[in-house]
């Protein structure tokens, strides 16, 4: 059975930093895109930082030059490396891989979700 575990999620005061993590396990043969999206209240999910196994990354415009994306690709890890939040950066952020597993195809998968929680 494959999971995606997050952590690092928490409360933190305008401009400081957190560090999310996330590992893939199971029946895992390879990795494709893996990366983090978040869903803020009464808000729709949202890209926020994706790294492919190649190394090309994509974030979206309101985190660009504060977050950084970055990947163990042997251990099937992504991490995100969050500095000068926002209170607008409070959501549940997700962790997504695309992975392919033994003996069937190519899936998404999604973590179980963390909060972050920007607030003075």
């Known amino acids: 059975q494959v999971q995606l575990v997050e952590s690092g999620g928490g409360l933190v005061q305008p401009g400081g930093s957190l560090r999310l993590s996330c590992a893939a396990s199971?029946?895992?043969?390879?990795?494709?895109?893996m990366g983090w999206y978040r869903q803020a209240p009464g808000k729709q999910r949202e890209l926020v930082a994706v790294r492919t196994n190649g190394g090309s990354t994509d974030y979206t415009d309101s985190v660009k030059g504060r977050f950084t994306i970055s990947r163990d690709n042997a251990k099937n890890t992504v991490d995100l490396q969050m500095n000068s939040l926002k209170p607008e950066d409070t959501a549940v952020y997700y962790c997504y891989a695309r992975l392919l597993l033994q003996n069937s195809g190519w899936y998404n998968y999604w973590g179980q979700g963390t909060q972050v929680t920007v607030s003075s």
């Open positions: 199971g029946s895992i043969l390879s990795t494709n895109r």
